[in-house]
Nanobody, 116 residues
Framework: QVQLVESGGGLVQAGGSLILSCAAS????????MGWYRQAPGRQRELVAT????????NYGDSVKGRFTISRDNAKNMMYLQMNSLKPEETAVYYC?????????WGQGTRVTVSS
């Protein structure tokens, strides 16, 4: 079992920046790929970014490339998402996901609101 807890969400103006954090606990030694996803009201959950276990490989959704940066610190059992140049349409609940073998674990989400 892995527990994931997101933090860092809040209200930010368009063009602003925010850093999200995801704290992992439990069987963190088994965690491999981790990622950030988001879900806006009335829309499906979508990929924001993923990162491999050793941070050597990252992937980003097309809409966030060049503005968001995903990172992780395995020594601290943490994952981060640096978000720059935020847009109002990126208002959503942001979720942390961790995978152990083929099982996905999700956090409860942190809400990000971008005002215009």
């Amino acid at each position: 079992q892995v527990q994931l807890v997101e933090s860092g969400g809040g209200l930010v103006q368009a063009g602003g920046s925010l850093i999200l954090s995801c704290a992992a606990s439990g069987r963190v030694d088994k965690l491999n790929t981790m990622g950030w996803y988001r879900q806006a009201p009335g829309r499906q959950r979508e990929l924001v970014a993923t990162i491999s276990e050793d941070s050597s490989t990252t992937n980003y959704g097309d809409s966030v490339k060049g503005r968001f940066t995903i990172s992780r610190d395995n020594a601290k059992n943490m994952m981060y998402l640096q978000m720059n140049s935020l847009k109002p349409e990126e208002t959503a609940v942001y979720y942390c996901k961790g995978t152990v073998w083929v099982v996905d674990y999700w956090g409860q989400g942190t809400r990000v609101t971008v005002s215009s």
